[in-house]
């Protein structure tokens, strides 16, 4: 059973668009929510992480936003370039520690 | 500081062999957990260990097992391989904290043909 769904399984963005991924989960116990982004040949690698007592987190041209009564949060990135092509999960993390991953979005940034 | 690294990081090997992967941590670290990567699943946790203990499991056969050693290296092992296995498996450390960052090695590439 699959803790943290993700979506769009893949995503294609012209240069300068703004990419959104969507993540929801049920358990509420998760209070610690990364996201991590990936390059081919590479491990993931933390991009920016929210917890639920905020609804918003900016970094740059990445932005968390979170919605803990809908129990979903998402990526946004602005101004989206050619480097950003990766693959994107997120996660949701719990009192245990457990990291719960999503299935991930390829996204694709047309020049 | 050196980052976490995987060796082998690429594997061929057939059906009902088995396959010891390693892991190591970055200097400091005493937690390691490892992941298997395919399309379509992301990323699904297998185990992690804490001080040569393993502190949480995922839900994944008996016949992947791991180990941590004392100098916090950790070793995965893979019994009676099916096709099925054939995925990226990661290894990620942390200092081992609560919603300490993990930090991931490359992986290892492991083809069961």
């Known amino acids: 059973q699959q803790q943290v769904k993700q979506s769009p399984q893949s995503l294609i963005v012209q240069k300068g668009g703004i990419s959104i991924i969507n993540c929801a989960y049920e358990n509420t116990a998760f209070d610690y929510f990364p996201w991590y982004q990936q390059f081919p040949g590479k491990g993931p690698a933390l991009l920016i992480a929210i917890r639920p007592d905020v609804s918003e987190k900016k970094e740059g041209r990445f932005t968390i936003s979170f919605n803990k009564s809908a129990k979903q949060f998402s990526l946004h990135i602005m101004d989206s370039q050619p480097g950003d092509s990766a693959t994107y999960f997120c996660a949701a993390v719990g009192a245990g520690n457990q990291f719960y991953f999503g299935t991930g979005t390829s996204l694709t940034v047309i020049p | 500081k050196a980052g976490v690294t995987q060796t082998p990081r690429y594997l061929i090997k057939t059906r009902g062999q088995q396959v010891t992967l390693s892991c190591s941590p970055i200097s400091g670290h005493r937690s390691v957990s490892w992941y298997q990567q395919t399309p379509g699943q992301g990323l699904q946790f297998l185990f992690e260990y804490f001080s040569e203990t393993q502190r949480n499991k995922g839900n994944f056969p008996g016949r992947f097992s791991g180990r941590q050693f004392s100098n916090s290296r950790s070793e995965m092992n893979v019994s009676t391989l099916e096709l099925g296995d054939s995925a990226l498996y990661l290894c990620?450390?942390?200092?081992?904290?609560?919603?300490?960052?993990?930090?991931f090695g490359p992986g290892t590439r492991l083809t069961v043909l």
């Open positions: 990620a450390s942390s200092l081992g904290g609560p919603k300490n960052e993990q930090f």
